[in-house]
T-cell receptor, first 115, second 113 residues
Framework: GAGVSQSPSNKVTEKGKDVELRCDPI?????LYWYRQSLGQGLEFLIY????????KSGLPSDRFSAERTGGSVSTLTIQRTQQEDSAVYLC?????????????FGPGTRLTVT | AQSVTQLGSHVSVSEGALVLLRCNYS??????LFWYVQYPNQGLQLLLK??????LVKGINGFEAEFKKSETSFHLTKPSAHMSDAAEYFC???????????FGDGTTLTVKP
């Protein structure tokens, strides 16, 4: 079946512009996660949605970052007034639930370059 | 707070040699532990995980890891490296049922012929 998909695969934007990154989770998965992977570093947790519960936004680095999940499916991560330090690969993952027994399936990522 | 430390950002082994990738964690509660692999130009894939039960966990592609609470470690091993094992490996810890995971910085494994 289809895995997690993300679009665009690559995005180049000018400093100060807003960008939207999209994630389509696996159908039926109630949990959705956004991570950021900077060059040479591990994954940094950004935000997590579980069903209809309030999202866990504890990883968002600044108020320029926001995310929403419409209809419990597709999610959009928005970065306003992009800065060069926002350049990274943004990864989305989904799972059947929040329990650790459920595997997180990762998408291929969106590579964001801020010039 | 919890954290994950992967000792050695780069590890190089010869084909057929033992692979040992080290991971230590800190957590205020018993953690759930994971190893992920990222092949070049591909997404992350779960290799194995420890949640409860047996502390020696077997995963895909011949990898295994042992949870040692006394050492706060979850090292990844494979008896005999293959060229196809060349990739980046990430250790991660999840605290309870929080959902989100904390990842280490990754270890790049190179396999020499």
């Amino acid at each position: 079946g289809a895995g997690v998909s993300q679009s665009p695969s690559n995005k180049v934007t000018e400093k100060g512009k807003d960008v939207e990154l999209r994630c389509d989770p696996i159908s039926g998965h109630t949990a959705l996660y956004w991570y950021r992977q900077s060059l040479g570093q591990g994954l940094e947790f950004l935000i997590y949605f579980q069903g209809n519960s309030a999202p866990d936004k504890s990883g968002l680095p600044s108020d320029r970052f926001s995310a929403e999940r419409t209809g419990g499916s597709v999610s959009t991560l928005t970065i306003q007034r992009t800065q060069q330090e926002d350049s990274a690969v943004y990864l989305c993952a989904s799972s059947q639930g929040q329990l650790p027994s459920y595997e997180q399936y990762f998408g291929p990522g969106t590579r964001l370059t801020v010039t | 707070a919890q954290s994950v430390t992967q000792l050695g950002s780069h590890v190089s082994v010869s084909e057929g040699a033992l692979v040992l990738l080290r991971c230590n964690y800190s957590s205020s509660v018993p953690p759930y532990l994971f190893w992920y692999v990222q092949y070049p130009n591909q997404g992350l894939q779960l290799l194995l995980k420890y949640t409860t039960g047996a502390t020696l966990v077997k995963g895909i592609n011949g990898f295994e890891a042992e949870f040692k609470k006394s050492e706060t470690s979850f090292h990844l091993t494979k008896p005999s490296a293959h060229m196809s094992d060349a990739a980046e490996y990430f250790c991660a810890v999840m605290k309870g049922n929080a959902g989100k995971s904390t990842f280490g910085d990754g270890t790049t494994l190179t396999v020499k012929p």
